[in-house]
Nanobody, 120 residues
Framework: QVQLVESGGGLVQAGGSLRLSCAAS????????MGWYRQSPGKERELVAA???????NYADSVKGRFTISRDSAEDTVYLQMNSLQPEDTAVYYC??????????????WGQGTQVTVSS
């Protein structure tokens, strides 16, 4: 089991920036993908960005050009640099890790969530 610890959420005005961090520990299998999801009241949880071991990155259309996902050299920490934040970015952001091997396809871990609030 992998433990994920998130940090970096907070309150920011529209146009501001925040940097989220998620540190993984425990039984980390590679290759894997780490991603950031977000959920607002009354909405489904949605994928914001994902970063694979090896460098592949995916972004939701709504955040392309504003958010940047990255991983450290050990690939046990994932970051989400959020620039030009808008009120619609307000949500609880969750970190996720999932191994890519087919026999581990049902194994994943979630962070506790960190609140991001963008005021106008």
């Amino acid at each position: 089991q992998v433990q994920l610890v998130e940090s970096g959420g907070g309150l920011v005005q529209a146009g501001g920036s925040l940097r989220l961090s998620c540190a993984a520990s425990g039984n980390i299998f590679k290759p894997n993908v780490m991603g950031w999801y977000r959920q607002s009241p009354g909405k489904e949880r949605e994928l914001v960005a994902a970063a694979f071991t090896g460098g592949q990155k995916n972004y939701a259309d709504s955040v392309k050009g504003r958010f940047t996902i990255s991983r450290d050299s050990a690939e046990d920490t994932v970051y989400l640099q959020m620039n030009s934040l808008q009120p619609e970015d307000t949500a609880v952001y969750y970190c996720n890790i999932r191994p890519l091997a087919w026999h581990l396809a049902d194994s994943e871990s979630w962070g506790q969530g960190t609140q991001v609030t963008v005021s106008s």
